[in-house]
């Protein structure tokens, strides 16, 4: 079970990575896709569900906690292990 990790701390991490460094990647390309942050490598995952994208994600960082957001949309942001 990964360690826990403070939830704002996350949030933060994830969305200046989001903001900084894959946004311009992913956006337009991926609209309406899902994308799973491991905030500590910067590694992120695209999938087309939130699931897929959760799947990548802990396939590749079984231990690690993930920030993850739908691209294009201000509305759908979760933070998860």
Known sequence: MPAM???DSLATQGETLYMQRIKAIVEPAHIGKYLAIEV???DYFLGSTLVEAAIKARTAYPERHF????IGSPVVRRLGS
């Open 5 to 7: 990790i403070d939830p």
């Open 40 to 42: 500590e490598s910067g």
């Open 67 to 70: 920030y993850f957001i739908k």
